[in-house]
């Protein structure tokens, strides 16, 4: 008498066929490669239903950081600052 519950007999008749290593590997990749689509789906739609909010990074971001710098440092005084902020924010070159 076999202790071995009565649904892993037929289990262990096809593993001692020919070829049924073959098809355990094959069936084993098949579920790997189904997961991996449906996590990349899954994924794909969670970006695309709630998209990441990020603050806009722009290079004149940095030039007015280190604008303030300088005029924290005492490098330019406050007329020059204005007038080089006024710049930065008009995104053109000064007239003359």
Avoid at 9 to 27: F, K
Wanted: charged share 25%; proline share 5%.
């Amino acid at each position: 008498m076999s202790l071995v519950h009565p649904y892993y007999a037929p289990s262990e008749r096809l593993m001692s066929a020919s070829g049924s290593r073959a098809l355990g590997a094959v069936s084993m990749a098949a579920y790997l490669g189904f997961w991996a689509v449906a996590l990349l789906i899954a994924r794909r739609e969670v970006d695309a239903r709630f998209p990441r909010v990020t603050a806009p990074s722009h290079a004149g971001d940095r030039a007015q950081a280190i604008l303030r710098e300088r005029y924290a440092r005492g490098e330019i005084d406050a007329e020059q600052f204005r007038r080089m902020r006024a710049i930065l924010d008009e995104g053109r070159e000064p007239a003359g």
